[in-house]
């Protein structure tokens, strides 16, 4: 069974603070996905990767880096945590081109104060 | 206009029943398309992909109408623990490297 996990599942930060959301997958999926969902907008994607140190920018990229050094692993920074990046993060990942599924993490709840 | 918009709910209906739910999209190029559910502050997980002829997969039932852009989801003999969130979620590219675009999901819940 596919396993994507999630460093934190609730997290708590301050304004200014840097902020790293860590994802782990064990199926050696090839793309990985960073979202966020908020109540009424959905998911929305923020970064992608599809191949070790590879990245694109999502549909709001604006306050977040990612880093992917190895295949299992994808990172999602927050430079400097602003109070309307209170979210929940769910990391994803999929197999190669061709597969549309997504496999999800369980979630980070991040509040910023 | 959203890329994906669905009737937010909730959808309160008593065990047993037939329900169903319907959702846009605005981008006719799309390839794929699916139903993904997420229970109360759980991950969403895949329930089922929607094909252009239609498909079943027990009591829930996909079907897609590509003319009028929408696609819908049919739950008959509804349980109790069919109550949760469910995703209308389009591949704009079945490229499958693109992310998928996620409605903001249709709340069930089924009661005693």
């Known amino acids: 069974d596919v396993k994507v996990t999630q460093s934190s599942r609730y997290l708590v930060k301050r304004t200014g603070e840097k902020v790293f959301l860590e994802c782990v997958q064990d199926m050696d999926h090839e793309n990985m996905f960073w979202y966020r969902q908020d109540p009424g907008l959905g998911l929305r994607l923020i970064y992608f990767s599809y191949d070790v140190k590879m990245k694109e920018k999502g549909d709001i990229p604006e306050g977040y880096s990612v880093s992917r050094e190895k295949k299992e692993r994808f990172s999602l920074i927050l430079e400097s945590a602003s109070t309307n990046q209170t979210s929940m993060y769910l990391c994803a990942s999929s197999p190669g081109m061709g597969s549309a599924r997504k496999y999800f993490g369980p979630g980070t709840r991040l509040t910023v104060l | 206009r959203k890329e994906v918009e669905q009737d937010p709910g909730p959808f309160n209906v008593p065990e047993g029943a037939t329900v169903a739910f319907n959702c846009t999209y605005s981008n006719s190029a799309s390839q794929s398309f699916f139903w993904y559910r997420q229970d109360c502050r759980k991950e969403p997980k895949l329930l089922m992909s929607?094909?252009?002829s239609g498909n079943e997969d027990g009591r829930f039932t996909a079907q897609l109408n590509r003319a009028s852009q929408y696609i819908s989801l049919l739950i008959r003999d509804s349980k109790l623990s069919d109550s949760a969130t469910y995703l209308c979620?389009?591949?704009?590219?079945?490229?499958?490297?693109?992310?998928?675009?996620f409605g903001s999901g249709t709340r069930l819940q089924v009661q005693p």
């Open positions: 929607v094909y252009s």
């Open positions: 979620v389009v591949n704009p590219m079945d490229t499958g490297r693109r992310a998928l675009t």
